[in-house]
């Protein structure tokens, strides 16, 4: 305040003060004694200090680890979709909202899918359940609750006969500029007080708009006799100021190292890269007698090269590998109630090759739902843009 | 050392293996050959090349 | 639980824990698919009955 301006006589609040002790301001008086007293004050005043300036960075919430490199590891490459022999999905759709459809899954001559299989799907606002059940008895089923915008708990369950059960529970909290993750699998507690199972704790926190680095801890005891373990991986994951391309690392407690690149070259094309380094130790035998004499670090490493091309009625996946396979997958709707899926893959340096064809049938189970398919709306009119089914 | 006093055939094998074939065996190859397709496969991915791959719809 | 000595569980309770344990799996198993099909059908508007519910070919 410049000393020219007569200071008005009475209006004690013009008054400059010490700098870093404050009268209190009308909002403090009304607040309660965690608010009003100087201590607290002081603190909640470092705390909005740095939280300005933690907005002032202007930071996204980086995503999950989950998905660190899902662009490339789901979206583009075909390790996702890849199945051999035959198989027919007969999808059923209730609703749209709330998504309520079930399916029917048949397939014939795969080592890994059943024979037949039933799954329901349900999803509102805020709850999603999933549910499969296969001709072996065995089960899979996912329950995901969101709580508000930035929690969400997660239930996986895996029954199946003959076979331990696997139980899930995850906790996952998205803030501003970080995310966190909370896992146990089959946890419990035995009578001695001792954790058994697998935890998993993860941390993604944003750096720049652009850059996040994160963590994560594995606590692991099978056994309440054996010992624990522990192990911590780093991530990081890199996104390009126009998001048109993505780059992710992660250096892996079991001594592997993953990178990948992705790029969206067209509005419809993607390209994905993405290398695999696994160290690992292999024990020696002696040569002679056959005993082993020690070990030997080796180090395992792959590249796989993948790209997907979107067209209005076909998708086209293709990926090339640095261990000599070539694969493809190739998704075609014929009818907007039949789509045809073809999957090939070869092995140049080990002289093999796989191959599956698949239907999958989209069928309506009720009335407004059949029309949409047939790209009506519920009073017979045709609709304006193509519906998405 | 000439092959004469060795015992024939164990160690003429060994001999035969060049630098590359060593250089073969040890893990930095693998590192080596994967970081540097990694490498290709990003400039790859960048270059107007793959810009070209793009069909013109 | 750390604070619990061991033998404060009898045989008789422990056996009642996995009891209760192996019937929530079964539970779990057989019920999980029902439930979320009970969930979806509580929630759409037409109400199909069991049979379109169950089966792969279209209802209308």
């Not at chain 1, 708009?209 to 005891?221: D, K, M, V």
């Not at chain 2, 060049?18 to 540097?36: C, D, G, H, M």
């Not at chain 3, 539970?27 to 029902?34: D, E, N, S, T």
């Amino acid at each position: 305040m410049s000393s020219s301006t007569p200071l008005p006589l009475g209006d004690f609040s013009k008054i400059n003060t010490i700098p870093g002790v404050s009268p209190m301001t009308n909002e403090q008086k009304n607040g309660s004694f965690w608010s009003s007293n100087p201590i607290f004050s002081y603190l909640n005043d470092v705390y909005n200090n740095i939280h300005a300036h933690r907005q002032s960075l202007s930071l996204v919430n980086p995503g999950t680890i989950e998905n660190l490199n899902k662009e490339v590891s789901r979206d583009v490459f075909l390790t996702q979709y890849f199945f051999t022999g035959l198989r027919a999905d007969l999808n059923k759709a209730f609703a749209l909202n709330p998504a309520f459809q079930t399916s029917h899954t048949l397939s014939m001559g795969s080592p890994n899918l059943p024979s037949y299989a039933f799954s329901a799907l349900f999803a509102n606002d805020n709850l999603f359940m999933q549910g499969n059940f296969d001709n072996e008895m065995s089960l899979s089923g996912r329950l995901n609750y969101g709580w508000d915008k930035n929690n969400i708990s997660k239930v996986t369950l895996q029954i199946s006969q003959g076979q331990p059960t696997m139980c899930q529970l995850e906790q996952d909290y998205q803030g501003s500029d970080f995310s966190l993750n909370l896992k146990a699998l089959n946890p419990s507690v035995s009578t001695k007080g001792e954790f058994t199972g697998v935890a998993v704790g993860s941390i993604l926190q944003s750096v720049t708009p652009q850059f996040a680095l994160g963590l994560e801890a594995i606590y692991s005891r099978g056994q309440s006799t054996m010992p624990a373990d522990a192990a911590v991986s780093y991530v990081t994951r890199y996104v390009s100021p126009k998001q048109d391309w993505i780059f992710s690392g992660q250096l892996q407690a079991n001594g592997a190292l993953i990178t990948s690149f992705w790029r969206k070259v067209a509005p419809n094309v993607e390209a994905g890269l993405e290398t695999t380094l696994q160290a690992s130790m292999i024990p020696i035998s002696d040569p002679v007698i056959g005993t082993p004499i020690g070990v030997q670090p080796t180090i395992e490493g792959s590249t796989t090269l993948g790209c997907k091309y979107e067209y209005r009625q076909s998708v086209f996946r293709g990926s090339l590998d640095s261990n000599g396979k070539v694969g493809c997958f190739l998704e075609r709707k014929i009818l907007p109630t039949l789509s045809v899926l073809f999957c090939g893959e070869i092995d140049h340096f080990k002289q093999e090759s796989k191959l599956g064809c698949g239907l999958q049938f989209e069928t309506a189970g009720s009335e407004e739902l059949l029309m949409m398919q047939q790209g009506l709306d519920a009073n017979g009119n045709p609709l304006q843009a193509a519906p998405q089914i | 050392m000439s092959a004469r006093f060795g015992i024939p055939g164990a160690q003429a094998p060994a001999k035969k293996q060049s630098k590359l074939e060593q250089f073969r065996q040890t893990p930095a190859y693998p590192i080596l050959v994967n970081v540097s397709l990694f490498i290709a496969g990003v400039a790859f991915i960048q270059s107007p090349l793959m810009d070209m791959m793009a069909p013109q719809l | 639980m750390a604070f619990l000595p061991s033998f404060i569980l009898s045989d008789e309770s422990k056996e009642r824990i996995s009891k209760i344990l192996n019937l929530s799996q079964t539970v779990a198993h057989y019920g999980w698919l029902p439930f979320v099909l009970y969930l979806g059908w509580s929630h759409t508007s037409n109400r199909p009955n069991l049979f379109s519910l169950l089966s792969p070919l279209p209802s209308v």
